[in-house]
């Protein structure tokens, strides 16, 4: 595919239609998480009132220039911003709407000011909670881990399944269901079998087994609490492996979508993992550190990864850096979204095509929370619209998918 800018590209999510998943987003989720971070932090009085006011403008208020002063990130939301002020956020494209929202939230909270709530998350009540109420998962996977290492599993199915593994995981997601609240869970059950769309897990190991080290594979990851978890699972049987040499892990740069991960939760989760808990749970926790140490995991974050930036769009620096890996592991459904520019692809689209021109292998691992989707059968898409009209985004169905690298598609590719 050439890396010049198509312009068959079919139209991005808004919040225009309603009754649509992106409409009720905008309408009721995002005002009710707005909600919850009131609810679930003591902050100031004035502070309440700046989020009050933003869950009160939604949907029917406009897009604005960020009132940040100084914040570190200003210039470049300056410049996201721009082709959208005055829009509505029905209006605007869903997936730059959805980094804006969560980058108002951080406005309204004084996350980059001086003050009492500088850099507070206003989402760690939910990242513990959600945590905390992992643990069985958690001790299931690492056990798993455990029995995997002692037994010399070949690494080609101790991969498989932890492919699997991370892919569920990511049905842990707090901007969808809030901590105590009932979600979708196939972890070790027949209903992840049941629910998996298109597993191309067996091209991506053909590829990853047959490279020659010193090889890396980076991870975008997605949210924290048990699915950063399965992905440090998943780190750890890579590692394990003589096929990849280091593992990258691109983080966000600040709270956002509720649960998304960042450098410290990666950190506060090692550590959690180390206080009691069984054996197997803390040699999975000190692997993991050890890898730290020297450098074989590696943790990284950056603006772009909390920008509105879809993949087409993403300046030449990221593409270089991402060039410099082997694979490139997308966790999650915004991940997904950003890789395919959020847009109304048919679903039966060959994923390859519908997915942004990278310098680097993708296999992406995405339970579905979005009406976004490329690579899958038509007959199996009629089949579930008609026995279950919203499979699309419950969070019930998931896939494995993979493409190869586009070569020389380091370069930006402009898309309207």
């Known amino acids: ?40 932090n003591a902050f100031p009085a004035p502070v309440n009132a700046r989020l009050q006011a933003l869950r009160e403008a939604l949907p029917e208020g406009s897009i604005r220039p960020l009132t940040d002063e100084g914040a570190p990130d200003a210039a470049l939301w300056a410049e996201w911003v721009a082709p959208h002020q005055g829009k509505g ?30 850099q507070q998350d206003p989402f760690t009540y939910q990242k513990e909670a959600g945590l905390a109420e992992a643990a069985d998962d958690i001790e299931a996977l690492a056990e798993g881990r455990a029995a995997a290492r002692a037994q010399e599993e070949a690494s080609r199915t101790t991969l498989q399944g932890l492919f699997r593994a991370a892919l569920w995981g990511n049905q842990a997601d707090l901007s969808m269901w809030a901590a105590g609240e009932d979600g979708p869970n196939h972890q070790g059950t027949d209903r992840a079998e049941e629910h998996l769309l298109v597993d ?22 997605d949210n924290a609490g048990f699915e950063l978890v399965s992905d440090l699972a998943l780190i750890d049987g890579l590692l394990d492996t003589e096929a990849v040499t ?35 749970v803390r040699a999975l926790a000190e692997r993991l550190q050890a890898a730290l140490a020297d450098g074989r ?29 082997d694979l490139l592991i997308s966790k999650g459904d915004a991940n997904y979204r950003r890789l395919l520019g959020d847009r109304q692809w048919n679903f039966a689209t060959p994923f390859a095509e519908a997915l942004a021109p990278l310098p680097v292998p993708v296999l992406a691992l995405r339970t579905l929370k979005a009406e976004v989707a490329a690579g899958l059968p038509a007959a199996q898409v009629r089949r579930l619209n008609d026995a279950e009209p919203d499979w699309a985004v419950n969070g019930r169905w998931g896939g494995i998918q993979y493409a190869p690298a586009v070569p020389d598609a380091r370069r930006p590719t402009a898309a309207p």
Do not use: N
């Open 1 to 40: 595919m050439p890396t010049s800018a198509r312009t068959d590209l079919p139209l991005p999510l808004r919040g225009t239609e309603p009754g649509s998943f992106t409409h009720r987003t905008i309408a009721e989720r995002w005002p009710r998480i707005a909600g919850r971070v009131i609810d679930e």
């Open 89 to 118: 956020w029905l209006e605007a494209p869903w997936f730059f709407g959805e980094t804006y929202f969560y980058r108002r939230l951080l406005e309204a909270t004084g996350y980059f000011q001086d003050g009492s709530t500088r």
């Open 200 to 221: 191309d897990s067996a091209a991506a190991l053909d590829h990853l087994l047959a490279l020659e080290p010193p090889t890396r594979v980076d991870l975008w990851a």
């Open 246 to 280: 280091q593992v990258v892990v691109h983080l966000k740069g600040h709270p956002t979508f509720v649960s998304d991960a960042l450098v410290d939760d990666v950190h506060a989760t090692l550590d959690c993992l180390t206080t009691p808990h069984t054996d197997a």
């Open 297 to 325: 995991l590696r943790l990284r974050d950056a603006w772009v990864w909390t920008s509105p930036l879809r993949a087409r769009e993403l300046p030449a620096h990221t593409r270089a850096e991402l060039a410099r890996a």
